[in-house]
Nanobody, 120 residues
Framework: QLQASGGGLVQAGGSLRLSCAASGRTIRSYDMGWFRQAPGKEREFVASISRGGVGIYYADSVEGRFTISRDNAKNTVNLQMNSLKPEDTAVYYC???????????????WGQGTLVTVSS
């Protein structure tokens, strides 16, 4: 089970740090990612990190502003979001998969979402 937290209301230009904690299983065996869904839009990829933490990918829209990291010992994956924009407003979800490819297409596990609202 994955549980995301850290969402909230922030002004444009501000920062938030999202965290995804796993219970009942270790994330060490999974590639992990963050996705988001804005109102009226489809869910989209935000960032991913391989199980060893070496392979990291970002959506173009967040490259340079967001940083994904993982702590396998603490069983958590984090998303540091800086220079937030109103268009970053969305429900953010963490996900786990057996490979990066399946993370994008069909993750094994989804966390419940956490709402991020960025005011202008």
């Amino acid at each position: 089970q994955l549980q995301a937290s850290g969402g909230g209301l922030v002004q444009a230009g501000g920062s938030l740090r999202l965290s995804c904690a796993a219970s009942g299983r270790t994330i060490r065996s999974y590639d992990m990612g963050w996705f988001r869904q804005a109102p009226g839009k489809e869910r989209e990829f935000v960032a991913s990190i391989s199980r060893g933490g070496v392979g990291i990918y970002y959506a173009d829209s967040v490259e340079g502003r967001f940083t994904i990291s993982r702590d396998n010992a603490k069983n958590t994956v984090n998303l540091q979001m800086n220079s937030l924009k109103p268009e970053d407003t969305a429900v953010y979800y963490c996900a786990a998969a057996g490979s990066i490819a399946t993370l994008y297409s069909s993750p094994l596990y989804w966390g419940q979402g956490t709402l991020v609202t960025v005011s202008s």
